[in-house]
């Protein structure tokens, strides 16, 4: 079983729409979490961090439950640019990345 | 600032050469770190440095070894390539662990055949 799952995915959403993706995590010693975007065919960069309160940035809503051990990620409103993957990565004493959930959003 | 930079882009190499892979950043990063990234799996941590001069392994270290005599580079070698290192390799670096945020090179891509 692989440390952080991710639904590979792809989500295919229209313009406009909102999508959420999950993200579970196995190993309870997990300090930090992150999502991390990448284009395709480019690096990977840090979207956001996920704090326990739940945060936001704009249009991007993460939220982190520690007792089930999953990270979520909403986004709202999307645009034709969040088509990318976007990458679940808990740190222990390094980061652990996710597999990548795939999101195409349709004009 | 360029960021972190990686040479070379792409390259292809035959079974058995040899090669290394260059990283820069212009950050003054103290953490520097070379992953690989392979379809259906997330990136790996290959191996790591925490300062100039220090290197320690990650997570799929075999094959593969690496150096830090500047602190700005970080040289990642392949002694003698196999068709299993056939991956995109990314650099990134970082202040620090904990939360602070790793940027990442743009990438080569390796072709063993």
């Known amino acids: 079983r692989k440390e952080v799952e991710q639904d590979p995915g792809p989500f295919n959403v229209p313009e406009g729409a909102t999508v959420a993706f999950n993200c579970t995590y196995s190993?309870?010693?997990?300090?930090?979490f992150f999502w991390y975007r990448q284009d395709c065919r480019k690096e990977p960069k840090l979207l956001m961090s996920?704090?326990?309160s739940g945060n936001e940035d704009g249009r991007f809503t993460a939220q982190l439950n520690r007792a089930s051990q999953y990270i979520s990620l909403l986004i709202r409103d999307s645009k034709l640019s969040d088509s990318a993957t976007y990458l679940c990565v808990v740190r222990r004493n390094k980061l652990i990345f996710g597999t990548g959930t795939l999101l195409a959003v349709q004009p | 600032n360029a960021g972190v930079t990686q040479t070379p882009k792409f390259r292809v190499l035959k079974t058995g050469q040899s090669m290394t892979l260059l990283c820069a950043q212009d950050?003054?990063?103290?953490?520097m770190y070379w992953y690989r990234q392979d379809p259906g799996m997330g990136l790996r941590l290959i191996h790591y440095s925490v300062g100039e001069g220090t290197t320690a392994k990650g997570e799929v270290p075999d094959g593969y070894n690496v150096s830090r005599l500047k602190k700005q580079n970080f040289l990642l070698g392949l002694e003698s390539a196999a068709p299993s290192q056939t991956s995109v390799y990314f650099c990134a670096s970082s202040w620090g662990q904990g939360s602070y945020e790793q940027y990442f090179g743009p990438g080569t891509r390796l072709t063993v055949t």
């Open positions: 950050m003054n990063h103290e953490y």
């Open positions: 996920v704090y326990s």
């Open positions: 190993n309870s010693a997990s300090q930090s």
